[in-house]
């Protein structure tokens, strides 16, 4: 769509794009590495960025935009901590004239017209590759024998969009098998400690868990914790499904601790630097930019590992 901001890539006299950035948090090993990206990039390509961590709160969030329209910022980008409830501020970006992009996460608005693009994965094939393997591997997950796949799911954040989006793929691949049944899912903040902590509530009121699907590295590390603490081993006991494919959920993939990693890039600063670019010269953008990932078994995570970025 049509920049509002004229022709010039650059609202500023001096020439210099400013961008405000509002991440979500520090929450994982995946938004670390995000936050890199988008810091070395526009250090690399001379954009002036004023960065928010939201500390995982979407009030923060809201704030932080609003001092950027106030700041007059040439471009707006952010990664909302949830779907809803942003209307308001994105309007009012809006009637600054100043373009906002989503990186990461959707929004839930009314009007599209609120944003320029969203670059981001494709949360609903995540789940949908990681429901798919489950089901590939059926026979072997189930560690009780006892003819039941009995799976728990640690959630993203609630309403956020990797959360809701990860859980309806995974749901809709695993239904073509009945013998897999989701028999708990609960909200572990995408943090390594919520993980930890919902899985040993779920190990303490049931001793039949064959899998862990957890909608990040995070958390599913989190789980490994628990899962040993408890005196059983991750990977074999209890089979370990995961997203992101950062080093450390790589590495235990690679020590047989998770069974499976469906990737999402985290590396979105040279993407993001382009579109706003591209945004502020007036050129045509696709309303969605998919970015590219694969999955991970543990043989793959051995031969990735060295040349590991992040
Ligand atoms: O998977 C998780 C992070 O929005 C894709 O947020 C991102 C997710 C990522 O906390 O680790």
């Excluded at 609630?158 to 909200?187: L, Y």
């Excluded at 919520?194 to 599913?220: T, W």
């Excluded at 081993?233 to 998770?258: F, N, S």
């Amino acid at each position: 769509s049509e920049a509002d901001s004229g022709s010039d890539s650059s609202g500023n006299d001096d020439g210099t794009i400013t961008m405000g950035f509002a991440q979500v948090g520090a929450e994982s090993g995946w938004r670390t590495a995000n936050t890199k990206s988008i810091q070395e990039t526009a250090e690399a390509e001379g954009i002036e960025l004023k960065f928010n961590d939201a500390q995982g709160k979407q009030e923060n969030q809201i704030q932080a935009i609003r001092s950027y329209i106030q700041q007059k910022v040439d471009v707006i980008a952010f990664s909302p901590v949830v779907e809803t409830g942003f209307d308001a501020v994105l309007q009012e970006a809006k009637a600054a004239g100043i373009p906002v992009i989503l990186t990461d996460r959707a929004v839930d608005v009314e009007d599209p017209s609120l944003y320029e693009t969203f670059l981001g994965s494709d949360f609903v094939l995540e789940g949908e590759r990681a429901g798919d393997w489950l089901v590939e591997n059926a026979k072997d997950s189930d560690v009780n024998g006892d003819g039941t796949i009995n799976v728990v799911q640690l959630e993203g954040t609630t309403g956020a969009a990797p959360a809701i989006d990860r859980a309806e793929g995974f749901a809709s691949k695993i239904s073509a098998d009945d013998s897999i049944e989701v028999t708990a899912s609960q909200t572990g903040e995408f943090t390594r400690d919520g993980g930890k902590q919902v899985m040993e509530s779920f190990l303490q009121s049931d001793d039949s868990i064959d899998v862990v699907f957890a909608h990040n590295d995070d958390m599913g590390l989190g789980a490994i914790e628990a899962i040993e603490a408890a005196g059983l081993e991750p990977g074999k006991d209890i089979k370990i499904i995961t997203i992101d494919a950062v080093k450390d959920g790589m590495t235990a993939l690679a020590d047989g601790k998770i069974n499976f990693i469906v990737e999402c890039n985290p590396l979105l600063g040279p993407q993001l630097m382009d579109l706003a670019k591209k945004v502020l010269d007036g050129e045509e953008v696709p309303e969605r930019v998919v970015t590219d990932e694969g999955t991970f078994t543990q043989e793959q995570a051995i031969e990735a590992l060295p040349q590991r970025q992040y």
